[in-house]
């Protein structure tokens, strides 16, 4: 082992006192071992702290920082301010890594220099820890950087490992936005062309999904996506302009199928699909998926939400 680090784990943790454990110790299992591991702990209040200096004592290469609350994304920049590693690997606070995320990431970058970030499919887990039995299908090929008004193909930001020269014109995470912070990363990267972003098709992330709060959470999710679009606006207008109204009705009609697999509220699913349909009516013969998902919504509606999907 190198007595610098080749990976650089950045961890944002904010009252993350019920998975970090277990997040931390999938970083410990993992079977590449040169990394260092810098939990930012952003103005938690619980025993998120004493956690972590638990794990310092036992092994060196855990380092706490501690800030005031600010959100992720200054945890994330912070942490990158800090790291030593080439490479930078994000992980939330309750994601897990399968034991060769590293090892395969670091082959994989170290064989393809022209890769400037990569990343893998995903495993859904519940709360618990239970697997859903579902794995992301999400490895795309010739990513553009308007592929990223559509959707994100990385699923989460536990899934990006990322050279640390990449952040040398991109002043790390934009600090105000919320929920579409990766995304806007990943288009910036895209419209630069200098580097590759990559897919690498295996399983390495257990992505823990919550379904508390998520009503409020898909509103805070479409604020975050707006703020993204206005963001690469000011970079590339005649994009923007060109995809806005198909990528907006992409999004909402994902928001609607949200609300069908959590078994929210029927209200809620028909005004997301309802602007969808509106937002990019003159292409919806082209869009039969999206056409399905309406008549599903519509249906819990009219049968006064009895009806249960698993979409």
């Keep these: 082992m190198t007595s610098s680090p080749f990976v650089t784990i950045v961890i944002p943790a904010y009252n993350a006192v019920d998975f970090l454990s277990d997040t931390i110790q999938s970083v410990l299992n993992q079977s590449y071992e040169n990394w260092e591991l810098l939990v930012v702990n952003d103005g938690s209040t619980d025993g998120t702290s004493a956690l972590v ?9 855990i380092h706490l920082i501690t800030k005031g609350n600010g959100g992720v994304s200054t945890a994330r920049n912070l942490g990158i ?7 930078i690997a994000f992980l939330d606070s309750d994601d897990l890594w399968l034991k060769d995320k590293l090892s395969v990431h670091v082959d994989y970058m170290r064989s393809h ?3 400037g970030l990569s990343f893998a499919r995903v495993e859904l887990i519940e709360s618990n820890g239970e697997t859903t039995n579902k794995l992301t299908n999400n490895i795309e090929e010739n990513l553009e950087p308007q592929t990223f008004f559509y959707t994100n193909p990385t699923i989460t930001t536990s899934n990006i490992v990322v050279r640390k020269s990449v ?34 098709d295996q399983v390495l992330i257990q992505y823990r999904v919550h379904s508390s709060g998520l009503s409020s959470k898909l509103t805070k999710m479409e604020e975050g996506w707006v703020a993204l679009m206005e963001n690469a606006h000011r970079i590339a207008p005649q994009l923007v302009t060109k995809h806005y109204s198909a990528a907006h009705a992409a999004h909402l009609q994902y928001w609607a199928k949200q609300t069908l ?3 929210m509220s029927p209200f809620t699913g028909v005004t997301f699909i309802n602007r969808a349909l509106i937002s990019d009516w003159k292409s919806l013969h082209k869009k039969p998926k999206m056409i399905a998902i309406a008549l599903l919504v519509y249906l819990r509606l009219v049968t006064f939400n009895m009806l249960k999907f698993n979409v």
């Design 261 to 263: 697999r959590l078994d």
């Design 113 to 115: 220099p022209q890769i």
């Design 53 to 61: 200096n638990t794990y310092c004592e036992l092994d060196h290469r």
């Design 167 to 200: 952040f040398d014109n991109l002043q790390g995470f934009d600090e105000s936005i919320q929920y579409s912070e990766d995304i806007d990363l990943l288009f910036r990267i895209a419209f630069q062309k200098k580097w590759i972003i990559q897919g690498i």
């Design 81 to 87: 301010k800090k790291s030593k590693g080439e490479l």
